[in-house]
């Protein structure tokens, strides 16, 4: 017994993660379609502010106005439509009793005239010819189906029906025992045709409403794209003397803390650059002291080492400066690539090597000058150093510019092209980027790039050195 009853609670135990797990697979799908929902939804969202924000206001009013036409049309309009519908055939009905009823008038003259003047309907008493084939009926129409169905409820004889068209008149002829029943019906009578109208000012509102919200929208995102215009050209180290926190108060929030930011950045940055400044002075003026001494003391045994000593700390020194100033204070202005293309090409053919350049696009572009120049003076230099071939290519078009530096040296190992970047590395191999002891200067070429908002890679050349390549808005 003991053992038949552990067998039933390791199998209630089986069937009960059996079904957990089931459920939990389930699950899974379910959030996994959810996902995948989402992605989709994504993919064909809009990306700005502006756009999503108007599909916030619109998406709600659509669906608002469509459930509220939908219960008008389903709800108000088919019931008013079967009340006017079942008005108007009670009439009908009430005019063949009073025929049936009085047959002794011979022209009907008092039920045609009570007719017209109390029911509105005009009738006419025809020869019991037989009645018109069926018309074809339209697709969808509210009033030939209530009309038709009122009449074949509440008078039960053979009819026929015209309500196809524009017309305002409706005709209905009724099957007699020996007549028919000719009767003009306005289409107001039996129709609720003012729905029109209810559309037509739903439709007008919501105009309305989106021509007040559209430009109040745009005045609400306009700081928004301010501010992120203002972060971005103070990442290019660009002026922006015009910003100034607008609009609601978490937009003016988020402005006023951007402006507080980067006047604690540019006041950490001129207390750096002054700090150095004086701490440069000062070592140089020991410096200077050391070469004196040297001088004066006669002793040749050993001054040269010392004033190459000397010379290569005063070189680390002004690479340390320069490094951390960062030409952050310069003002952004229009460079002329040809010119300054021109310029190393002269350089090169003192330094015995050969250079060519080619610019596709505009030759001007607006970067900080000083600064640009050292960038790419910095990667020439190397080159002229370690190659006897250089080539540079400059593409300027669509607000960025690419500058292509190759090169026939002995290049740089693939594992160490994103090392050399980093300040105070210096390579051992064949190629030395940084020959003056500092290993900063591809970290101030790095650095400057990335302050005009673009940066520097290397690869392989097609030259079979090194390709240095500079991208950059401009």
Do not use: C
Request: avoid cysteine; aromatic fraction near 6%; proline fraction near 4%.
């Amino acid at each position: 017994m003991a053992t038949s009853d552990l067998q039933e609670r390791q199998g209630d135990q089986a069937a009960g993660r059996t079904v957990g797990g089931r459920l939990a697979d389930l699950a899974g799908g379910v959030r996994a379609r959810w996902r995948h929902f989402w992605r989709l939804v994504s993919r064909y969202m809009p990306k700005r502010l502006y756009a999503r924000s108007l599909i916030i206001v619109i998406a709600p009013m659509i669906l608002l106005q469509s459930v509220v036409a939908f219960v008008f049309l389903e709800r108000h309009w088919q019931t008013v439509t079967l009340r006017l519908s079942q008005a108007v055939v009670r009439d009908i009905a009430a005019v063949i009793d009073m025929i049936e009823t009085y047959p002794s008038d011979a022209d009907y003259a008092n039920i045609v005239r009570i007719a017209q003047d109390r029911m509105q309907l005009k009738i006419d008493l025809l020869p019991p010819d037989p009645l018109p084939a069926p018309g074809p009926k339209p697709f969808f129409s509210l009033l030939d189906e209530t009309l038709s169905s009122e009449i074949t409820r509440q008078i039960a004889r053979p009819f026929w029906l015209d309500t196809v068209g524009n017309s305002n008149i409706i005709e209905v002829r009724v099957q007699l025992e020996n007549k028919v029943l000719r009767v003009f019906i306005r289409r107001s009578q039996a129709y609720a045709s003012n729905t029109h109208i209810f559309l037509i000012w739903m439709v007008g509102t919501s105009l309305v409403l989106l021509m007040i919200a559209v430009p109040f929208l745009r005045n609400q995102i306009k700081p928004i794209l301010t501010l992120a215009e203002a972060a971005e050209n103070f990442g290019k180290g660009r002026p922006m003397p015009d910003f100034r926190p607008r609009g609601a108060e978490e937009v003016r929030r988020a402005g006023i803390a951007f402006v507080q930011m980067r006047e604690r950045i540019e006041r950490q940055i001129e207390q750096r650059t002054a700090m150095l400044t004086g701490v440069s002075h000062d070592l140089r003026t020991i410096l200077t002291r050391f070469k004196l001494q040297l001088a004066l003391s006669g002793s040749k045994s050993g001054s040269e080492a010392l004033n190459q000593d000397i010379e290569d700390m005063q070189s680390m020194l002004e690479g340390y400066l320069a490094f951390a100033r960062g030409q952050t204070s310069e003002d952004a202005a229009r460079f002329d690539l040809d010119a300054y293309f021109a310029k190393l090409t002269e350089e090169a053919r003192l330094r015995k090597r050969r250079l060519t350049a080619t610019i596709a696009g505009d030759h001007e572009v607006l970067v900080r000058p000083t600064a640009f120049a050292r960038l790419i003076s910095n990667i020439v230099s190397n080159a002229f150093r370690y190659a006897q071939n250089v080539e540079i290519r400059a593409v300027h078009g669509n607000g960025s510019l690419v500058v292509t530096i190759d090169d026939d040296g002995p290049g740089i190992p693939s594992e160490k092209r994103e090392h050399v970047f980093k300040p105070f590395v210096r390579l051992d191999e064949a190629r030395n980027l940084d020959s003056s002891g500092t290993g900063l200067g591809l970290s101030i070429a790095r650095d400057i790039a990335r302050s005009h908002g673009g940066d520097i890679t290397l690869e392989e050349s097609s030259m079979g050195g090194l390709r240095a390549v500079i991208r950059m808005p401009a």
